[in-house]
Structures are given as C-alpha cells and as structure tokens.
T-cell receptor, first 110, second 113 residues
Framework: QKEVEQNSGPLSVPEGAIASLNCTYS??????FFWYRQYSGKSPELIMS??SNGDKEDGRFTAQLNKASQYVSLLIRDSQPSDSATYLC??????????WGAGTKLIIKP | NAGVTQTPKFQVLKTGQSMTLQCAQD?????MYWYRQDPGMGLRLIYY???????DKGEVPNGYNVSRLNKREFSLRLESAAPSQTSVYFC????????????FGQGTRLTVV
C-alpha cells in the first residue's frame, strides 16, 4: 500500500525560529507534492505545491523535494504564533491518486 | 469567487436516517472528492470523481453513495446513518486528479445519535 508518512508531533518551535516539517513517501513514481495547513475546526488550505527536485520559495515558506530520497519538506521561516496548525503533506502517486499523510501538529511558542 | 461550497455546515441525524451532502465548485475543475476526517486523524477518501460522468470508490466507501450531477456538483448520500459515520466531511476539487492542487470546501460536521 502506498504511504505518506509524517511525524505526528507536536513540534514546538519558538517564535521567530525556523520550523522544519518533513514527509516521506513510498511510491517512487510520484510526481506531484503538496503542503496544506489546517487550523483546528477548519478545512485544509493549500500552502504550496512542488513538482521538481529542489527548492521552491513563497514568502516565508520553502518547499524542498528530493525524489531520489523520496522526501519532501516544508520550512517556515520567522515562525509566527499564527503558524500554529496541523500541516498535511499530500502526494500524487503514479496512479494519479492523492495520498495524504496524517499531519504534523506545529506549535509556535511566543 | 466562491471556490468549493458545501452544504450543510452542521447536521445531526438519528441512526437510520438518510441525508445528502451537497458540494459545488465554480473553478471548472474536472475532479471532485469526498473525504471524512475523524478527530486527531488524517483525511480518508470516501469516493471520488476523476471527471464528469465517472465515480470511483476510495478507501472507506461502505455506507455511502455519490452522484456526479454535472461538472460542478458532486453529492454524497448516507442511506442509513450509523454512529460510526459521525465525522467531519470535506468536499474537494482539483483540475486533474492527483496531479494538481486540490481545494476544499468548509466542511460538514455530522453527528449521528
């Protein structure tokens, strides 16, 4: 069974520091990778998508993809209390199915 | 631009009752999905529609049926609700299944008593 794995956390990070969230996937043929943020009681909202190896930056967020290691990460610079949420990793596998990780709970401490 | 709209937002059902959750998207997306999310857990796919006219079972389809009414609308029906179906339900859509970003509706919080 194809899997996407994330550390459930909680990951506690001081305000202003860099938060690093990680995700591994099992299907080597996966082609599309997404990070979502979900606040408690709310629906997931897209933060970033990444399709090619390397880094992709958008404001304070950087997604990193390494297909050889089957690893995708999300860095949040200058973390703010408003970044406290659960972060979901989703991977589009070789059968065009979107496989979801269970999420990492991030807590930013003021 | 409304994106993905789900109705209702909240619902309480008695065991054995039926109901339909409605979902509509205005982004001209081909693919639509229904997920459930239980407390502290990830998203589980119930059914999906890769394109208008097709529907397929996901990970947890038992007890549910779906209809892709047209390109915009994808409904989820519970024929005989059970307490195990108490959950938050999310509808989502994407331009192409598994390849492009998915966008979510606000969710429906369903309680079956």
């Amino acid at each position: 069974q194809k899997e996407v794995e994330q550390n459930s956390g909680p990951l506690s990070v001081p305000e202003g520091a860099i938060a690093s969230l990680n995700c591994t996937y099992s299907d080597r043929g996966s082609q599309s990778f997404f990070w979502y943020r979900q606040y408690s009681g709310k629906s997931p909202e897209l933060i970033m998508s990444i399709y090619s190896n390397g880094d992709k930056e958008d404001g304070r967020f950087t997604a990193q993809l390494n297909k050889a290691s089957q690893y995708v990460s999300l860095l949040i610079r200058d973390s703010q209390p408003s970044d406290s949420a659960t972060y979901l990793c989703a991977v589009g596998d070789s059968n065009y199915q979107l496989i979801w990780g269970a999420g990492t709970k991030l807590i930013i401490k003021p | 631009n409304a994106g993905v709209t789900q109705t209702p937002k909240f619902q309480v059902l008695k065991t054995g009752q039926s109901m339909t959750l409605q979902c509509a998207q205005d982004m001209n997306h081909n693919s639509m999905y229904w997920y459930r999310q239980d407390p502290g857990m990830g998203l589980r796919l119930i059914y999906y529609s890769a394109s208008e006219g097709t529907t397929d079972k996901g990970e947890v389809p038992n007890g549910y049926n779906v209809s892709r009414l047209n390109k915009r609308e994808f409904s989820l029906r519970l024929e005989s609700a059970a307490p195990s179906q108490t959950s938050v339900y999310f509808c989502a859509s994407s331009e192409f299944q598994g390849q492009t970003e998915a966008f979510f509706g606000q969710g429906t919080r369903l309680t079956v008593v």
